[in-house]
Every structure is written in structure tokens, then in C-alpha cells.
């Protein structure tokens, strides 16, 4: 069964910083583009970042772009993401999410990061 | 960036009936567009990919259909589990964009 599995989400203060996991399995990992994206309270969806499958190719949203990093390691089937100088409007529910070209078709259940003081 | 606008942002549906949902983008983004399925406090499903594709395992019901700007997402036939959010989204060039999304709610 392919599973994508979210872990490291917390209530954390503005400025602070945050690592997220997302552990693979039921497919081969290094055979996918990952993503991460996440969904505000009550909002709509927003692609935050794309990696390769070689894990030499990062993308970022403006909006994250400087604060957040990307990382993957193959080798343990896992997908990263450093969040650091963290804002209050950083609160949303956190996907990874896999496929190939431009296609997700394999998400996580979503870890929930909230930014308050 | 290319935004990507849907509508209407609430479409009341009987079941058994079809339903039409529309995508528009800012800019041609050729037939790179994909659908997604979102309940309340799942993670989205990926319906469509390639504006017309269906992904594996959704029901033929689900079609897909434009290029260019203009897309729509028609489910032919309404049953009580196609009640959701449907959003598309571009990934014609980063950064990718989703729609605001539709919600197809019971009439």
C-alpha cells in the first residue's frame, strides 16, 4: 500500500523554527518528484516547494522562499522540510505529496503547524 | 505567475444529476492542468491530470476537458461520496498555482 506518512508538526512561536518529516513507503521513493503544500484553517491549497528526484533540484513559492528548505534522503525513503523564521500566517495543515511531471497523486494525511505566541 | 480562477465557488447539485465546474488561467497553460478531490479533514485526491486524464482508480464519471485557458471538470452523474471541494491546478512552469476551488455541495 503506498503510504506518505507526516510527522513534526507542533505549536511553535513566531521566529522559531520546525522540521518536518514525511516517511514513504508501499512505492519506490526515488523513482518520484516530492512536494510539499499546505492548507490554511478554512483555506484553500498552496504548493510550497518542489524537489527533484535526485534531491539537486529545489523550487519555492516567493512566499517561503529564504525560510524554508527542501531536502530528501533516498536512501531512508524520507522527505524534509526546514521551516525557520516562522510567522503567524505560516499556521496551516502541512502535505507531502509525490508523483511525476506535475502530478500528485500520492499525499499524506497532513501535519498541523501552528504559529502563535 | 499565472492564477488560476474557478467558478462558480459553490455549486448545489442534486444526486444523480451532473455538475460542471470551470477553471480558467491567467495565461495558456497548455493541458497542464490536473483536478483534485478534497472532504473535510482529508488530504486532496488527485482526479484528472493532462486536463483530461483520469488518474488510477477514479470512476468514469470524472471527465476533464480543455487547453489553453479554459477547463472544466464534469461529473456526469452525482453520487453522495462526489460531495466535496474540487480544485484544479496549473504546472505548466513553477511556481504552480491552484484554483480557489469549487464546492459541490447537495441541493
Known amino acids: 500500500e503506498v503510504q506518505l506518512v507526516e510527522s513534526g508538526g507542533d505549536l511553535v512561536q513566531p521566529g522559531g523554527s520546525l522540521r518536518l518529516s514525511c516517511a514513504a513507503s508501499?512505492?519506490?521513493?526515488?523513482?518520484?518528484?516530492m512536494s510539499w503544500a499546505r492548507q490554511a484553517p478554512g483555506k484553500g491549497l498552496e504548493w510550497l516547494a518542489n524537489i527533484n528526484i535526485e534531491g539537486n533540484e529545489e523550487y519555492y513559492v516567493d512566499s517561503v522562499k529564504g525560510r524554508f528548505t527542501i531536502s530528501r534522503d533516498n536512501a531512508k525513503n524520507s522527505l524534509f522540510l526546514q521551516m525557520n523564521s516562522l510567522r503567524v500566517e505560516d499556521t496551516a495543515v502541512y502535505y507531502c505529496?509525490?508523483?511525476?511531471?506535475?502530478?500528485?497523486?500520492?499525499w499524506g494525511q497532513g501535519t498541523l503547524v501552528t504559529v502563535s505566541s | 505567475e499565472i492564477v488560476m480562477t474557478q467558478s462558480p465557488a459553490t455549486l448545489s447539485v442534486s444526486p444523480g444529476e451532473r455538475a460542471t465546474l470551470s477553471c480558467r488561467a491567467s495565461?495558456?497553460?497548455?493541458?497542464?492542468l490536473a483536478w483534485y478531490q478534497q472532504k473535510p479533514d482529508q488530504a486532496p485526491r488527485l482526479l484528472i491530470y493532462a486536463a483530461s486524464t483520469r488518474a488510477t482508480g477514479i470512476p468514469a464519471r470524472f471527465s476533464g476537458s480543455g487547453s489553453g485557458t479554459e477547463f472544466t471538470l464534469t461529473i456526469s452523474s452525482l453520487q453522495s461520496e462526489d460531495f466535496a471541494i474540487y480544485y484544479c491546478?496549473?504546472?505548466?512552469?513553477?511556481?504552480?498555482?491552484f484554483g480557489q476551488g469549487t464546492k459541490v455541495e447537495i441541493k
Open positions: 491546478q496549473h504546472y505548466n512552469n513553477w511556481p504552480w498555482a
Open positions: 505529496a509525490g508523483g511525476s511531471y506535475g502530478r500528485r497523486d500520492r
Open positions: 495565461q495558456s497553460i497548455s493541458s497542464n
Open positions: 508501499g512505492f519506490t521513493f526515488s523513482d518520484y518528484w
